[in-house]
């Protein structure tokens, strides 16, 4: 079966991470989960003592960082070669990681580092500008969407696995200013890419989302082969 890239964007809580990485291990696929690289930049920043408001001390510090994502089982995110996949969503990560991402050279970084683990076919990114500036000629692109509402139930439950009790209105109103930083950023908003597939997982089951992907997975990587034999 041809190998193919698939891009996945969307807001925080959308789903569109459990979606990439079930559909990236059913189909044998690498898996990039590039908010890891970004939350992973953002806590160095937090454990240096250096202020995340402080541009050129946030994007030196990222010259002298190494961030690599290690698949197999489950994807483990390391920190100058410590595993930091847990530490990486606590709420001070999360609560500093849009101001930490919207630096330019921090980003042309991060960027660089994703292309070159995508280059290899076979491959699920995830983020919020993989079909429109990573990977804007991805085979599939996927947009995926959710009422805030359940985002934030979400994120909730998230935190609250992590032993994190926090009230919704809180998780509600972090969300929106997420959302509303992500997307009105001047290098690389979050948006929909052209060609992307939207899926709005409100009312669907994790189940039921990967299984959407993976229909249209199967119908790309059979037309690229009809394709090829033509
Ligand atoms: O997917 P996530 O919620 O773990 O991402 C954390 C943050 O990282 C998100 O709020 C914005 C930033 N991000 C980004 O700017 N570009 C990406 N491709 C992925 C994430």
Known sequence: MKRILIAIDGPAGSGKSTTAELVARRLGYVYIDTGAMYRAMT????????????????????RATSISLVNGGEMRVLLDGNDVTEAI??????????????????????????????????????????????FPDADLKFYIVADIMERARRRQEELSARGEELPIVQVVRELK???????????????????????DTTKLTINEQVEIVLNYVNEVT??????QKK
């Open 43 to 62: 806590l160095k920043v937090l454990n240096s003592n250096v202020d995340p408001a402080d541009e050129a001390a946030v994007v030196e510090l990222a």
């Open 89 to 134: 969503r606590s709420e001070p990560v999360t609560n500093n990681v849009s101001l930490v991402s919207s630096y330019p050279e921090v980003r042309q970084l991060m960027v660089a580092e994703q292309r070159k683990i995508g280059s290899k076919k076979g491959c699920v990114i995830d983020g919020r500008d993989i079909g429109t500036v990573v």
């Open 177 to 199: 200013e997420r959302d509303r930083k992500d997307s009105t950023r001047e290098t690389s908003p979050l948006r929909k890419a052209d060609g992307a597939i939207e899926i």
């Open 222 to 227: 059979m037309g690229q082969e009809e394709m």
